[in-house]
């Protein structure tokens, strides 16, 4: 079952480079999250939204409804963001998630 | 407590074992949901809960898996017979409706031998 599809999978970045990661679903919504996991399995809910855009600090999420599309950035990347970002639908559906390394 | 907290965080089973994994969400929070995240995957949802009702219950894989929130507060994920495909992270989260931001507890890494 693919209701929510994420790409890339992986992703491996310089420090300070803008990034993107992108959320692609099938399903109904009421929102949509992005979570960041890191090694030892602890999730944070990073934004939740339903429509248009959001930012916090270098971070902005963007959803597309029509598109049914959704993309997480991130501007002048650190190795602190290195971490699993998992875009998810509702509370229900999940994607694999993208696995983003940041080198110094 | 000031966030969700699972217990406890590893457990090593016996093939053929009962386990039982435990969740305390945060005060208050009506909603409580349960998910198995195998290495390397996104988390896959189990089971929901609004107060001690259990709404939705579609993705517990076989009726091994049992779980209850019988005071609409803290939760128990039951699995019986374990075998080595049950071997997962079990994720626990509760929000105060099931359309808002969830809080996630750190996990029940859960190995079958």
């Known amino acids: 079952k693919n209701e929510v599809e994420q790409s890339p999978q992986n992703l491996t970045a310089q420090e300070g480079e803008f990034i993107t990661i992108n959320c692609s679903y099938s399903v109904g919504i009421s929102a949509l999250h992005w979570l960041q996991q890191h090694p030892g399995g602890g999730i944070v809910s990073l934004f939740m939204?339903?429509?248009g855009k959001k930012k916090h600090g270098r971070l902005i999420a963007t959803i597309n409804i029509q598109e049914k599309h959704s993309s997480l950035h991130i501007t002048a990347s650190h190795p602190r963001d290195s971490a699993v970002y998992i875009c998810a639908v509702g509370q229900f559906y999940f994607g694999t998630g993208t696995s983003l390394t940041v080198i110094p | 407590g000031a966030g969700v907290s699972q217990s406890p965080r590893y457990k090593v089973a016996k093939r053929g074992q009962d386990v039982a994994l435990r969740c305390d969400p945060i005060?208050?929070?009506?909603?409580l949901f349960w998910y198995q995240q195998a290495l390397g995957q996104g988390p896959e949802f189990l089971t929901y809960?609004?107060?001690?009702?259990?709404?939705?219950k579609s993705g517990l894989p076989s009726d091994r898996f049992f779980a209850e929130r019988p005071e609409g507060s803290v939760s128990t994920l039951k699995i019986q017979r374990t075998q080595q495909e049950d071997s997962a992270v079990y994720l626990c989260?509760?929000?105060?409706?099931?359309?808002?931001?969830?809080?996630f507890g750190q996990g029940t890494r859960l190995t079958v031998v």
């Open positions: 809960f609004q107060n001690e009702a259990q709404l939705d």
């Open positions: 989260a509760s929000s105060l409706a099931s359309t808002t931001e969830a809080f």
């Open positions: 939204l339903s429509s």
């Open positions: 005060s208050g929070h009506v909603s």
